[in-house]
């Protein structure tokens, strides 16, 4: 399994952007993407997971909610990361992740997620 993150930027704040995860190779039942971000000197963090296969079900941090959407097109193997209301402490790295065994309750935790894409920097300047 390999994933491509791209789409990210310097934008302003209350500006959008749009993040993409492209997933070569996935297979399995349980197939979830996860949006994770990471800051200079903070811990990675989650941000938005979809259940890929089985109902297409989303999750979203609560700092996130309401501005963020993430969406899935199976055709083009690609997972979305829409990314409306940018403010400056959403500046980060942001990593897709994928991984097709993860139980619900574990759907937020980073190192339950198997395979990693390189990370795009989104920068919201104030």
């Known amino acids: 399994v390999q994933l491509q993150a791209s789409g990210g930027g310097l934008v302003q704040a209350g500006d959008s952007l749009r993040l993409s995860c492209t997933v070569t190779?996935?297979?399995?039942?349980?197939?979830?993407v996860g949006w994770f971000r990471q800051a200079p000197g903070k811990e990675r963090e989650f941000v938005a997971a979809?259940?890929?296969?089985?109902?297409?079900?989303?999750y979203y941090a609560d700092s996130v909610k309401g501005r963020f959407t993430i969406s899935g097109d199976n055709a083009k193997n690609t997972v979305y990361l829409l990314m409306n209301s940018l403010r400056p402490e959403d500046t980060a790295v942001y990593y897709c992740?994928?991984?097709?065994?993860?139980?619900?309750?574990?759907?937020?935790?980073?190192?339950?997620?198997?395979?990693w894409g390189q990370g795009t920097q989104v920068t919201v300047s104030s």
């Open positions: 979809i259940r890929w296969t089985g109902g297409g079900n989303t």
């Open positions: 992740a994928f991984d097709s065994s993860i139980i619900l309750s574990a759907i937020r935790l980073a190192q339950q997620y198997k395979y």
């Open positions: 190779g996935r297979t399995g039942m349980r197939q979830t």
